[in-house]
C-alpha cells in the first residue's frame, strides 16, 4: 500500500455513487475502486448479520485490490458494521451517517424530517446521534422500502418514483419540518422528486460533500494522499448483472468518463 493506491468505496448498490462523485471532484489525481454489491442490493431489509458477512465480503475484495483506505458509501452498512470494520482493517475506513448534526444547526422550525432505510434508522449508531445532537430538536424519522430498488433501475424520475415519494414524503409535510436529511446514498438522486414535491422552502441535507472532505482530511493526516500530476482513474466492480449495472453507472457517472467498464464479481 502507498500514495498511489487506489480508494476502495462501496454500497450495496450505486447509491455510493453519490459519495463516489463528490470523492472525485475534491480528490482528481486518486484511482478510485468502486464496488456495487447489486446482488444484495437492498442491504436495508437484510438481517443485521448478512450485512456484516457482505461488508467484510466486499472490504477484503477492495483490499486484495490495493485499497490504501476504504469508504463504506452506504448509511445502512455504516450504522451496522462501521465499528468491526474499524477493528478489523488495518487501512483507514471512512464511514457515513444521516447529517442530522447540519440539520438540527440549519432547521429554523425546531423539526427536521429524516429519511433512510429502515436498518438505519433502528441501529443504535443513530438513536446515539439523535441522543447527541437533538436536544432541543423534533426528528420525524421516515423509512422508504422500494426507493433503493428504483435507484438501482435508473428510475430517478419515473411516475413510480414520484408516486413512491409522495407517500413517503406526505406523513412528514404534517409536522412542521423545514429540513430533510437524505440518510441513504441512493436518495440524493431523487432530490429533484423530492424537491418538486416539498416546494423550494424545505432545506434538503445529503452527506456526499461532508464524506468527500473526511476522506480528503483522513488521507492527508495519514500522508496517503496521491500528489501525483495526472488524473485518477476508476474501475467498476459489481456482485449483480454487469448488463443491468452498467448502464445505471454510466448515467451517474458520465460527466466523468466516457467509457464505463463494469466487471462482475463473485465473492
Ligand atoms: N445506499 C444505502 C444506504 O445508504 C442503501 C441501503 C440499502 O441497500 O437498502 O443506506
Redesign the pocket.
Known amino acids: 500500500m502507498s500514495n498511489t493506491s487506489p480508494i476502495g468505496i462501496f454500497?450495496?448498490?450505486i447509491?455510493?455513487l453519490?459519495i463516489a462523485k463528490e470523492i472525485r471532484k475534491l480528490l482528481p489525481a486518486e484511482d478510485l475502486l468502486y464496488y456495487a454489491?447489486s446482488a444484495?442490493?437492498?442491504?436495508?431489509?437484510?438481517p443485521a448479520k448478512i450485512i456484516k458477512q457482505r461488508v467484510f465480503t466486499v472490504g477484503d475484495f477492495l483490499l486484495t485490490r490495493g485499497a490504501k483506505l476504504l469508504v463504506v458509501?452506504?448509511?445502512?452498512?455504516?450504522?451496522i458494521s462501521l465499528d468491526d470494520l474499524r477493528q478489523h482493517y488495518q487501512v483507514p475506513v471512512v464511514g457515513?451517517e444521516p447529517a442530522v448534526k447540519p440539520a438540527v444547526a440549519a432547521t429554523k422550525t425546531g423539526t427536521i424530517g429524516v429519511l433512510?432505510?429502515g436498518?438505519?434508522l433502528s441501529g443504535n449508531r443513530f438513536s446515539t446521534l439523535v441522543k447527541r445532537f437533538c436536544l432541543q430538536t423534533k426528528v420525524v424519522t421516515q423509512p422508504c422500502p422500494g426507493l433503493?430498488e428504483l435507484v438501482e433501475s435508473g428510475q430517478f424520475n419515473s411516475p413510480q418514483a414520484e408516486k413512491l415519494l409522495f407517500t413517503y414524503l406526505k406523513p412528514l409535510l404534517k409536522h412542521n419540518i423545514d429540513t430533510i436529511v437524505l440518510?441513504?446514498?441512493?436518495?440524493p438522486f431523487l432530490r429533484p422528486l423530492i424537491q418538486k414535491i416539498t416546494s423550494e422552502d424545505i432545506q434538503i441535507i445529503d452527506t456526499g460533500e461532508a464524506v468527500a472532505r473526511q476522506t480528503v482530511r483522513v488521507l492527508t493526516k495519514m500522508n496517503l494522499a496521491n500528489k501525483q500530476n495526472k488524473l485518477g482513474q476508476e474501475l467498476f466492480f459489481t456482485s449483480g448483472k454487469v448488463k443491468i449495472v452498467e448502464p445505471v453507472v454510466q448515467l451517474l457517472w458520465g460527466d466523468y468518463t466516457l467509457k464505463i467498464n463494469v466487471s462482475k464479481t463473485f465473492p
Open positions: 454500497d450495496s448498490g447509491g455510493g453519490s454489491d444484495y442490493c437492498p442491504y436495508g431489509d437484510k458509501a452506504c448509511n445502512t452498512a455504516s450504522i457515513v433512510a432505510t436498518v438505519s433503493v440518510g441513504c446514498t441512493h436518495y
